[in-house]
C-alpha cells in the first residue's frame, strides 16, 4: 500500500516560514528618567547573575535594602542630563541602527532591535520575528568586546526564550569583533574624522572602556586582553606625532578591585602632569549611552578641568555614522552568509 500525503484540514492556521531575521542586541536603558522606571531597571540588570557573581543570598538583601533605595534617584538625575525628546540616547540610536540595517540589507532580510534589560525584551523580539516567518535568526549583540556580563547574557537570555518554544528558530551569534578589520578600519576612520575637526590639538587620547571586576579577568574572561588588543590596533592607526594614547576603564562599581587604570583618576592625574588638552573615545560602545554622554562628557571634563586641564572632547561612539553602519553592514552579510 502506498503512503499518500493528506492535504492540511481547513481549520490548519495559516503559517508564515521561510524568512531570515536579524536581532541588533544592546545592554538595556529605562523607559524614562524617572526614579521609579531607573529602579525597575536596575533592579532586572543588578540581579543578573552573569553581571554580579556574588551568591545571591548574600547580594539580594544589599541590592534590595540598600541600592534600589539609594541609587535610583541619583542614576535618574544622570539619565535626564542625557535624555533626549525621543527617549534614552541608546534605545534612539539602536533603533535607528537597526532601521538603517533594514534598508541597506532589503526584503529579504527582516531587522529588529532589543536590549538585554528593559524593553523592548530580546524574548519578545523574538516572537515578532518568528510570528513573521522568520526560522532563522542572527542574534548580533553589539558588543566589540567579549564578556560574559554582555555578550553571554545576551545569549543566556535568547536561550530562555528558546526554552519556553514549541517551534524554535534556528539560530546564529555575531561573534566579538575587537580586533575585526571591518571594526578597526571603520573607528579609525571616523576617530581621525572627530580628532580633525577639533578646535585644538589634543596631547592625549584616552581610550576608555567599560570597566570589570578584576575578578573576571581572572577567573577566565577575554575581555581585559579584547579591550587590550582593540587599543593596540587602533593606535597603531592613529599614531601621529605629539599625541599620546593611553588605555582606561570606566564606571567602577561596588568596593571590589575594579580592572585598572581607572578613567576618571588618569583624567586628573594628566591634568595634574601637565597636560592642558585632552581627547576621550570610548571604543566599546556601539552607541552613546549613559556611559558616553554623562560620566566621559559631563563628568569627565569637570574632572579634567578641575585638575589644571584645559581643552577637552569626547569623541562620538560609531552610532549611525557612514563608517559605523557600513561596518555593521559587512558583518552582518557576512555571518549571514548561506542564508542569503
Not at 535618574?76 to 542630563?81: C, D, L, N
Not at 514549541?166 to 561573534?175: G, H, M, N, S
Not at 575581555?223 to 593611553?246: D, I, M, V, W
Amino acid at each position: 500500500m502506498t503512503w499518500q500525503p493528506q492535504s492540511l484540514p481547513a481549520q490548519h492556521p495559516p503559517v508564515a516560514s521561510g524568512k531570515v531575521g536579524v536581532l541588533l542586541c544592546n545592554l538595556g536603558t529605562p523607559d524614562s528618567a524617572e526614579p521609579k522606571a531607573v529602579k525597575r531597571y536596575l533592579r532586572e540588570f543588578l540581579s543578573d547573575r552573569r553581571v554580579v557573581e556574588i551568591p545571591p543570598i548574600a547580594w539580594q538583601p544589599i541590592l534590595r535594602g540598600i541600592i534600589l533605595n539609594t541609587r535610583p534617584k541619583k542614576s535618574a538625575h544622570a539619565y535626564s542630563q542625557v535624555w533626549t525628546e525621543e527617549g534614552s540616547p541608546l534605545a534612539v540610536i539602536t533603533r535607528d541602527q537597526a532601521e538603517a540595517m533594514q534598508k541597506r540589507l532589503g526584503n529579504g532580510v527582516m531587522v529588529e532591535w532589543g536590549m538585554r534589560y528593559g524593553t523592548p525584551a530580546i524574548g519578545d523580539r523574538i516572537d515578532k520575528l518568528m510570528r513573521a516567518g522568520c526560522e532563522r535568526i542572527l542574534l548580533a549583540p553589539l558588543y566589540p568586546q567579549y564578556s560574559g556580563a554582555t555578550m553571554a547574557t545576551v545569549v543566556d537570555k535568547a536561550a530562555d526564550k528558546l526554552r519556553t518554544m514549541r517551534w524554535q528558530p534556528t539560530l546564529r551569534t555575531l561573534p566579538p569583533y575587537h580586533d575585526d578589520p571591518l571594526y578597526i578600519d571603520a573607528l579609525a576612520s571616523d576617530l581621525v574624522r572627530q580628532i580633525d575637526a577639533l578646535p585644538f590639538a589634543p596631547e592625549v587620547l584616552l581610550l576608555s572602556f567599560h570597566g570589570m571586576p578584576q575578578r573576571t579577568l581572572e577567573l577566565g574572561d577575554p575581555y581585559h586582553c579584547h579591550c587590550q588588543k582593540t587599543s593596540r590596533l587602533l593606535q597603531a592607526r592613529l599614531a601621529r606625532p605629539g599625541l599620546r594614547f593611553r588605555t582606561t576603564f570606566q564606571s567602577r562599581f561596588g568596593r571590589a578591585k575594579w580592572l585598572e587604570p581607572a578613567t576618571d583618576a588618569v583624567l586628573a592625574e594628566e591634568a595634574r602632569g601637565g597636560t592642558r588638552r585632552l581627547a576621550i573615545a570610548a571604543p566599546g560602545f556601539s552607541a552613546d549611552c549613559l556611559e558616553t554622554l554623562e560620566e566621559l562628557a559631563m563628568q569627565g571634563r569637570d574632572q579634567f578641568t578641575e585638575a589644571g586641564g584645559k581643552e577637552f572632547a569626547t569623541l562620538s561612539c560609531l552610532n549611525t555614522s557612514p563608517a559605523g553602519l557600513d561596518m555593521l553592514e559587512g558583518m552582518l552579510r557576512r555571518e549571514l552568509g548561506g542564508w542569503i
